[in-house]
């Protein structure tokens, strides 16, 4: 494995002959390799400062020759990227990135990068910086200047409108603030579609009162009890 990861490093310090497809390997390899090193926290680092370099070299040629790489493969690039930052405990450079990348409305309107964006404030609001909690109401909530970020429940709301599965996943991370009815009516429909009744109980505890009255919602918080086995509370 040593030759290998040697090989590794000398195709990246290679400065001629280098297109998408090679660099994209190589940073791709690297973060493989830092993700299966997680027992041993130096050498997963190690990897991922060799990912995001060659992650930056492609955004680096992809800005200065528009045909180094198709705009997806940019965007994605640039997304690895963050996760590199993240993971090497970067989180102002990968802020930096994430505004960046936010600015632009194809980008902004993508899942993919606002998840991107809400696992880097998350993993910031557990790190030992000063106020590092605040970026934790980021994560969850967003932000609308000067860029602007969904958050989880924003992300779960858009994907349990588009009934995909995660949403109920991504609605127990912003499930600690208090949502709006709208949010937490499509957080109650996620937990209903995956079963999770303890979600569909959190949500309908929280409605309005007029909400909370309505047949629909009487009716499925009765379901959810019971499914609970809390008949007798």
Not at 6 to 33: K, M, V, Y
Not at 174 to 196: F, K
């Amino acid at each position: 494995r040593a030759g290998f990861e040697s090989f590794l490093s000398d195709l990246l310090g290679r400065q001629d002959g280098q297109n998408f497809s090679s660099l994209f390997w190589i940073a791709e390899t690297f973060t493989s390799l830092g993700e299966s090193s997680s027992e041993d926290q130096d050498r997963a680092r190690e990897f991922f400062n060799q990912a995001a370099e060659a992650y930056q070299k492609i955004v680096e040629k992809a800005k200065s020759d528009s045909a180094f790489a198709q705009p997806e493969q940019l965007l994605y690039s640039q997304m690895r990227l963050v996760n590199c930052k993240r993971v090497q405990g970067d989180f102002a450079g990968g802020e930096k990135i994430v505004l960046d990348l936010l600015k632009d409305k194809k980008a902004a309107e993508s899942p993919n990068v606002q998840m991107a964006a809400a696992n880097l404030y998350q993993s910031w609001a557990g790190s030992a910086e000063p106020d590092a909690w605040k970026k934790y109401l980021t994560a969850i909530q967003g932000m609308k200047t000067p860029v602007h970020l969904w958050g989880w429940a924003q992300i779960a709301h858009q994907a349990a409108r588009r009934h995909i599965p995660e949403a109920e996943g991504w609605f127990q991370e912003a499930s600690d603030i208090q949502l709006s009815d709208e949010y937490l009516q499509w957080m109650a429909r996620a937990g209903l579609r995956a079963g999770n009744w303890p979600l569909v109980t959190r949500a309908i505890k929280d409605m309005s009162p007029s909400l909370k009255r309505e047949s629909a919602w009487v009716y499925w918080q009765a379901r959810a009890i019971k499914s609970q086995g809390k008949a007798d509370e």
